[in-house]
């Protein structure tokens, strides 16, 4: 087995959704080969111009390609711009003596994709996603080995290896920590404990919901913990933050792991983050998919779900009095949460990140022999 410094590419940005995933994978490479050159690929549009420098790896950027789903003159334009980003990234690689190229998806993926199958340079695919994007099907047709969060997820030869997460949450131990994040997070040690996290996308119908049904869960002993999202603060009528008995809310805390320790249920969206990590840890949860886009947040949740780690509710049919009729009793009954949390854990995987570098050095290896 070769020990000769690995050059690897990865490709992957424009929301925390794909960063997340390229940065615990980058992390799990470098544990495996300390000497490794990892570079990333991303647009200057993204979040990944803050993220990736923040966490330690070099980033290059090329133009960002959408693709237009109707006639329009960006859909005249597409090969031109293709074409241009294309040969920036094949300068990238060639730049990197680039071993293998992994992409986690996003519009920078597709043209790493092509200039790694100009240079034949293998290609690793992860898919965070139960509905795979246009970019990791691509990616997917010359790809050396896909990993998939989800086992539903179709594309070609996938391997079921769950979602790459930073360790501090794939490895959290919930009940050794509850305590300290409790206190951390201002909340009571011994009352039943709901977290609320709508995420940056689309959390207006859960905040107005949980809101509006706030008496009623602190008149049954319930306390909340409202993670609202930068700017997004729930407001009273006079338009100041929020107040009201058993209610704390926060703009953030640093690193949800401190919000899974502390949380009996959690209420969040379906993002396919969010439903890896929960079963990882082992959180009982009701989980409320967006209603827009093309319903890939539903099709995130529907293992868990089915498995019985997980409620469902449609978006619509939240409401303050759904919460009365199904998560106060649900907080009450401490035999039912245990039942979720069991059943959350039995699906969870702790060790994507590893598999995926496993993965990728094998690739790596098998063009370098």
């Known amino acids: 087995m070769t020990q000769s410094p690995l050059s690897a590419v990865l490709a992957g940005g424009g929301t925390a959704g794909h960063i997340s995933p390229l940065l615990a994978i980058a992390d ?52 031109a711009r293709l074409a241009r980003a294309v040969r920036q990234a094949g300068d990238i690689l060639d730049e990197a003596g680039a071993d293998v190229v992994v992409g ?75 305590s300290s994040a ?28 949980v809101t509006a049904a706030l008496p009623v869960l602190a008149a049954a002993g319930i306390q909340t913990l409202h993670v609202t999202g ?11 933050a929020l107040t009201a008995p058993l209610y704390r809310q926060v703009e953030y805390v640093d690193g949800m792991e401190q919000a899974y320790a502390a949380a009996d249920l959690l209420l969040a969206r379906s993002g396919a983050g969010t439903v890896s990590e929960i079963a990882a ?3 009982p949860a009701v989980l ?9 947040q539903a099709l995130n949740a529907a293992g868990l779900v089915q498995a019985g780690g997980a409620l469902l509710v449609r978006d ?3 409401t303050p009095e759904w919460i009365t009729e199904n998560v106060v009793p649900l907080l009450q009954d401490a035999t039912a949460l245990q039942r979720m949390a069991e059943a959350s854990a039995a ?19 098998r063009k370098e022999a």
């Open 288 to 296: 409320v998919p967006l209603p827009h886009g093309n319903g890939e």
């Open 316 to 318: 619509s049919l939240f």
């Open 28 to 79: 799990a490479v470098r544990r495996e080969r300390p000497d490794a050159r990892i570079k990333v690929v991303g647009t200057s549009a993204g979040m990944e111009t803050r993220l990736v420098p923040a966490a330690g790896y070099d980033l290059a950027v090329i133009d960002r390609v959408p693709m237009p789903r109707r006639p329009s003159g960006d859909l005249a334009r597409l090969p």
């Open 182 to 209: 409790r206190a951390a997070l201002g909340l009571e040690q011994d009352l039943p404990t709901l977290v609320v996290t709508g995420g940056s996308s689309g959390a207006a119908s859960i905040n107005a919901a």
């Open 281 to 283: 840890v082992g959180l």
């Open 230 to 240: 930068r700017g997004k603060a729930a407001a009273d009528a006079e338009g100041k």
């Open 104 to 178: 986690v998806g996003g519009y920078v993926s597709t043209p790493v994709y092509l200039a790694a199958r100009k240079r034949k340079v293998p290609i690793v695919v992860h898919e965070a996603n139960a509905r795979p994007g246009l970019a990791n099907r691509v990616g997917a047709r010359n790809a050396a080995v896909v990993g998939v969060a989800f086992e539903e997820t179709k594309l070609p030869g996938a391997r079921w290896v769950g979602m790459p997460m930073r360790r501090e949450i794939s490895q959290l131990d919930r009940a050794a920590s509850r």
């Open 347 to 365: 699906r969870g995987i702790r060790d994507a990140d590893a598999q995926m570098a496993a993965m990728i050095l094998e690739a790596a290896e």
